[in-house]
């Protein structure tokens, strides 16, 4: 049996109203070089009863002990086949056409990571518009992920990534859950060819109660953990790679600085605003720099 393009791996806990339109959507993806895996990390509601309706469509793994959702993407990577591994939350959806988009970005260029771009909708998912039909990708590539220069939002569910990359770099630190994809691809930031996708949109990105993204606190000590990795010579690329590397940090600095004052976590937001600061003029600098001299042009690649 050949093996896959795309191996898509879905962690769910506890999501029994989100997991089967999850599932759903990377099963009716209309590309046929994929496989989806769903590893179900030891939920106590009755989603693995909808996972076994599923029966031999998808490749399912049910964790005994709940061990966190870095540790079930690994289980799920381990068992994958495919060239690239596209992560997806049990609470997101993949749009229709999102592998169509990878895999001509896959044929047409051989990144080693896709970051693609999320619609953000509250637990009842929108219908994608009949009328609407994306005719071009349009994208940046950039020689690693310290060149990026333009902001962007993702997330787990829009991270596509080569799966021996993947493996080289070690996978997702389970020890680390809140900054878990930022954390990620620090580790893969200097592993090669990067893609961002500026359009159309692959992943629809649900806010409900129980959005992890709603814990502010979490997520700025997480920045912390980062920060303590880095000093300790705990990313790749080493000094040669200090400045952009300190230029990414510096943006995450300052977006959960600012997020903690908002929430009046004044403390919290001052003690990461003295462990980041001069990160932040890097960030400020870098900023500064692509507004002069430009950012890299955006490219086009046809949907047709």
Not at 7 to 29: G, K, M, T
Not at 111 to 134: H, M, W, Y
Not at 148 to 171: E, L, Q, W, Y
Not at 241 to 255: D, E, K, N, T
């Amino acid at each position: 049996m050949p093996e896959p393009l795309f191996s898509v791996v879905v962690v769910c806990y506890n999501q029994e109203n989100f997991i089967r339109e999850a599932v759903e959507s990377a099963l009716s993806q209309d590309f046929s070089s994929r496989e989806v895996i769903v590893v179900d990390d030891a939920s106590s509601d009755a989603t693995s009863r909808v996972l076994d309706s599923f029966g031999e469509s998808i490749i399912f793994a049910g964790l005994a002990k709940n061990g966190g959702a870095p540790a079930a993407r690994n289980h799920g990577a381990s068992l994958a086949r495919g060239k690239y591994l596209v992560f997806l939350d049990g609470d997101d959806v993949l749009l229709p056409g999102a592998l169509d988009v990878y895999a001509r970005l896959v044929t047409a260029r051989s990144p080693k990571l896709i970051f693609g771009r999320c619609n953000q909708s509250d637990a009842n998912t929108p219908e994608a518009p009949a009328t609407v039909v994306p005719v071009a990708i349009q994208f940046v590539e950039y020689p690693n992920f310290l060149s990026k220069d333009r902001p962007c939002v993702f997330n787990t569910s829009t991270f596509v990534v080569d799966r021996s990359t993947f493996h080289t770099a070690g996978g997702w630190s389970p020890e680390i859950f809140y900054q878990d994809i930022q954390d990620l691809v620090t580790k893969m930031e200097v592993a090669g060819k990067t893609i961002l996708v500026l359009a159309p949109s692959t992943v629809w990105y649900r806010m409900h109660p129980n959005n992890s993204a709603k814990k502010i606190l979490p997520f700025v000590e997480g920045v912390h953990v980062l920060l303590a990795k880095a000093k300790a010579g705990r990313y790749p690329g080493g000094r040669k790679h200090w400045a952009p590397r300190s230029a990414w940090f510096g943006g995450l600095v300052f977006y959960w600085t600012k997020t903690a004052i908002r929430a009046r976590l004044y403390r919290n937001a001052l003690a990461l605003l003295a462990s980041g600061w001069w990160m932040i003029l890097f960030a400020m600098a870098r900023r500064g720099m692509a507004w002069l001299v430009g950012r890299k042009r955006v490219e086009y690649l046809s949907l047709a």
